[in-house]
């Protein structure tokens, strides 16, 4: 991810780590990405932006709502 922009809070992302997609709900000090599922209930944490990858750009998350 290093030229690419990090993931940011409403991306919708795939976890590389734990194999579920998500969405972005908070940036914790720029160390600490809370993360929920993309339907459903419940959260998780990654400490590592560099096994997140980008699926959808929260602006367009929010034309699919």
């Known amino acids: 991810m290093s030229d690419e922009q990090l993931?940011?809070?409403?991306d919708l992302i795939h976890d590389e780590?734990?194999?579920?997609?998500?969405?972005?709900t908070d940036v914790?000090?720029?160390t600490v990405?809370?993360?929920r599922p993309e339907w459903g209930q419940g959260?998780?944490?990654?400490?590592r932006p560099d096994?997140?990858?980008?699926?959808?750009?929260?602006?367009?998350?929010?034309?699919?709502?």
Do not use: A, F, H, Y
């Open 43 to 47: 959260q998780w944490d990654s400490r």
């Open 7 to 10: 993931p940011w809070v409403g």
């Open 17 to 24: 780590d734990t194999r579920r997609r998500g969405i972005v």
């Open 28 to 30: 914790r000090g720029g």
């Open 51 to 65: 096994r997140l990858t980008l699926i959808m750009p929260r602006e367009d998350v929010r034309d699919q709502l």
């Open 33 to 35: 990405w809370v993360l």
